[in-house]
T-cell receptor
Framework: NAGVTQTPKFQVLKTGQSMTLQCAQDMNHEYMSWYRQDPGMGLRLIHYSVGAGITDQGEVPNGYNVSRSTTEDFPLRLLSAAPSQTSVYFC????????????FGPGTRLTVT | DAKTTQPPSMDCAEGRAANLPCNHSTISGNEYVYWYRQIHSQGPQYIIHGLKNNETNEMASLIITEDRKSSTLILPHATLRDTAVYYCIVRVKRRDSSYKLIFGSGTRLLVRP
């Protein structure tokens, strides 16, 4: 299994541009989520999904959209990038909403100028 | 939501036990304590979790006080590869029965040769 994969690894955007961060898992996990991590801080939850077709907001959802059309993929969209969205983004998955062990991807480092 | 408090940094000698403390004085009776670690800039890695009883696995031991207001993660024989940021996390149940992990700032553990 490849586990949780994320692309791209690095991205630089100009203010106002849009882009999609890709996340995929091959473990048939129902639950997937997106976090952002700012320097010196822990992770904050952006959006999550408990299964295909179901998404919900986390702590810091503003400026981000998600969709979950398949079990495997959970893309994160920035509609109009802002410098405040400069961060490292981690995608994570776990088998079900109750499962205790969560697997994280390697992260995408995004800079918005 | 329950919050955790950890020292910002600690160090220990290679081969010795590393004891990482965590306070979670506002934890509710059904909320689990989780520990994850993040090596350099990688995605966080699950270590261990517990509710009331002490727990041990191949990576670490978790000691939870009887009043559940604090816990200690023990790495019995720390190696240089254990140098990382360690997060003590409380798992909180949402209304849709899924769970969210509330990350704090973590403890940066440096294992010295």
């Amino acid at each position: 299994n490849a586990g949780v994969t994320q692309t791209p690894k690095f991205q630089v955007l100009k203010t106002g541009q849009s882009m999609t961060l890709q996340c995929a898992q091959d473990m048939n996990h129902e639950y997937m989520s997106w976090y952002r991590q700012d320097p010196g801080m822990g992770l904050r939850l952006i959006h999550y999904s408990v299964g295909a077709g179901i998404t919900d907001q986390g702590e810091v959802p503003n400026g981000y959209n998600v969709s979950r059309s398949t079990t495997e993929d959970f893309p994160l969209r920035l509609l109009s990038a802002a410098p405040s969205q400069t961060s490292v983004y981690f995608c994570a998955s776990r088998k079900t909403r109750e499962t205790y062990e969560q697997y994280f991807g390697p992260g995408t480092r995004l800079t918005v100028t | 939501d329950a919050k955790t408090t950890q020292p910002p940094s600690m160090d220990c000698a290679e081969g010795r036990a590393a004891n990482l403390p965590c306070n979670h004085s506002t934890i509710s009776g059904n909320e689990y304590v989780y520990w994850y670690r993040q090596i350099h800039s990688q995605g966080p890695q699950y270590i261990i979790h517990g509710l009331k009883n002490n727990e041990t696995n191949e990576m670490a031991s978790l000691i939870i006080t009887e009043d559940r207001k604090s816990s200690t993660l023990i790495l019995p024989h720390a190696t240089l590869r254990d140098t990382a940021v360690y997060y003590c996390i409380v798992r909180v149940k949402r209304r849709d029965s899924s769970y969210k992990l509330i990350f704090g700032s973590g403890t940066r553990l440096l294992v010295r040769p």
